[in-house]
């Protein structure tokens, strides 16, 4: 059985840095992992098993998604925090396979 755990979200200050981490059991199988907010579809960032990344125009500059394959996990670094971040962040990973798993989702809140 695949799970998806995200961690790590929390208040931040504007222009602060938080780190979420996002670590997946049940296959290794992984084809690409990713970082949505607010609603699932709305992608942050994404990474594949090449190492190719892609972020949306908002956080470009900002955020930084970077994986760790032995421990199956993602992280994703966002840096000079704005309280337009504000939202429940889920990790998504999509297996080899194709099928499609989403974390319960992480609360992060930008606020002075």
């Known amino acids: 059985q695949v799970q998806v755990e995200e961690s790590g979200g929390g208040l931040g200050q504007p222009g602060g840095s938080l780190r979420l981490s996002c670590v997946v059991t049940?296959?290794?199988?992984?084809?690409?992992m990713g970082w949505y907010r607010r609603a699932p579809g709305n992608m942050v960032a994404s990474i594949t098993t090449g190492e190719r990344t892609n972020y949306a125009d908002s956080v470009k500059g900002r955020f930084t998604i970077s994986r760790d394959a032995a421990k199956n996990t993602v992280y994703l670094q966002m840096d000079n925090l704005q309280p337009e971040d504000t939202a429940v962040y889920f990790c998504?990973?999509?297996?080899?396979?194709?099928?499609?798993?989403w974390g319960q989702g992480t609360q992060v809140t930008v606020s002075s």
């Open positions: 049940g296959s290794r199988l992984i084809e690409t």
């Open positions: 998504r990973v999509r297996l080899e396979n194709l099928k499609v798993y």
